[in-house]
């Protein structure tokens, strides 16, 4: 018998075992699983694309852990709705005994006084709180939430799961309209939703809705996009091209090609991108991939960051163009970035090597009585404002981790080194 209730919202998992694709969440072994079993549940933040399943893990939390379950949007919210909702749960635990879970959808639109205004409530442990973020929360949650919070990551379904996902759509639609329709195609389907669950079970009961009164009972690609009237987005920032359109511009940049670089960003800002997501990308490539090669491209990127987030759309494709382009014309060095990452392996091969005396702070006499600081020179009290002193602990004394380029600046860099330092670099 037909319903009038959604194709999505009837197909909703009301159990782990019933969601797909985030396995290392909900599965055997699943960190969700195990906290829901072992009755440890702390405040969350689900980060992932949309259509991963973020409030229905809330919504089947909240079931599972026998709380109360409260929802506020981010995007319709203020701190007078959260205040109240609070209120609310506080009630709720005197009842219940169990703190009553908090869901907040988009938590990243929430400003700072707003996410504040629910730091004392999770302290006290008046709610439990789970956000739902498609945003680095790094960046967008206040770092005492964060803090206070587990975050979780979920995935966008793979392939294979949207296909299964399609065959239970269709499945699930005949049974609710008495129809019979087969599924020809699943590749329109799947390439529509951008790994977007939602998205694809909407679709499935749009285009079967349209010929839900026609004699066709197979259903191709060619229908899939006759009935959804577009050919397949150009750019969704939150499908798999998001990170292959984004992968090329980067590799544009990185190997010297302004054309390149301006067309991939042309792509993301006509698809919708995050204008800060791009300026950051650009902001980690200036240091990791040009460096001392060009010190100045880390301060073009870091003021075109700072530039959009005060312009925003649509003169920010301006400002974004100019600094990909300066990017991509600047000589690359990635010396710096190899020096640290070797650094940081040795560090873990080697632990915790202890400071050599002569480097060691001495605020007390007992310290100096130790010989801490002894033998340090002042470099400055020196010719050129350099001494020859070990800096590194005995154990790797003479090691080499940065490697200057070859590159104007790092060529001037690697001569003054040698001058200064004879055999050591």
């Not at 089947?60 to 959260?82: M, N, P, Q, T, Y």
């Not at 739902?132 to 799961?161: G, H, I, M, W």
Request: charged share 25%; hydrophobic share 35%; aromatic share 8%.
């Amino acid at each position: 018998m037909s319903s009038n209730t959604p194709l999505a919202e009837i197909l909703r998992p009301k159990t782990l075992d019933e969601v797909l694709g985030q396995e290392h969440l909900t599965g055997k072994n699943g960190t969700i699983r195990k906290m829901l079993e072992n009755d440890t549940l702390n405040s969350l933040i689900f980060w992932g694309p949309p259509g991963t399943g973020k409030t229905t893990l809330a919504e089947i939390i909240s079931e599972k852990s026998g709380r109360k379950f409260f929802k506020l949007s981010a995007v319709s919210s203020g701190v007078k709705d959260v205040r109240e909702v609070i209120e609310d749960a506080k009630k709720q635990n005197l009842f219940s005994g169990k703190s009553p879970i908090l869901f907040i959808d988009e938590i990243h639109r929430f400003n700072k006084s707003q996410q504040d205004s629910l730091l004392h409530a999770v302290e006290k442990g008046w709610i439990v709180l789970i956000g739902a973020t498609t945003e680095n929360p790094s960046f967008e949650v206040v770092s005492a939430l964060l803090s206070r919070s587990q975050v979780y990551v979920l995935k966008s379904l793979s392939y294979e799961k949207l296909e299964e996902l399609a065959e239970i759509a269709f499945k699930k639609y005949n049974e609710k309209e008495d129809t019979d329709f087969k599924l020809k195609d699943k590749e329109a389907f799947i390439q529509y939703s951008g790994g977007d669950a939602r998205k694809l079970i909407n679709s499935v009961e749009n285009v079967l809705n349209n010929f839900k009164n026609s004699k066709k009972q197979e259903i191709s690609n060619e229908d899939v996009l006759e009935v959804l009237q577009e050919t397949m987005a150009l750019y969704d920032k939150n499908g798999e091209q998001h990170y292959d359109i984004i992968s090329a511009f980067i590799k544009s940049m990185r190997g010297s090609d302004p054309n390149g670089a301006v067309y991939w960003l042309a792509r993301m800002l006509v698809g919708g991108e995050d204008i800060k997501f791009i300026a950051r990308r650009m902001l980690i490539l200036a240091s990791e991939d040009i460096g001392l090669a060009n010190p100045n491209a880390l301060v073009i990127a870091n003021n075109c960051f700072q530039a959009v987030n005060v312009i925003g759309n649509p003169e920010a494709r301006i400002i974004l163009s100019e600094t990909a382009v300066y990017l991509a014309v600047s000589p690359k060095s990635n010396s710096t970035y190899l020096a640290i990452n070797e650094a940081m392996a040795l560090v873990k091969k080697t632990g915790n090597l202890p400071v050599p005396l002569h480097l060691r702070n001495a605020p007390t006499k007992l310290m100096k009585d130790l010989n801490y600081g002894k033998d340090y020179q002042y470099a400055h009290s020196h010719e050129g404002n350099f001494v020859d002193l070990e800096f590194l602990p005995e154990e790797i004394s003479g090691t080499q981790f940065y490697e200057p380029g070859n590159n104007s600046t790092e060529n001037k860099i690697a001569e003054q080194l040698r001058k200064k330092w004879k055999g050591k670099y």
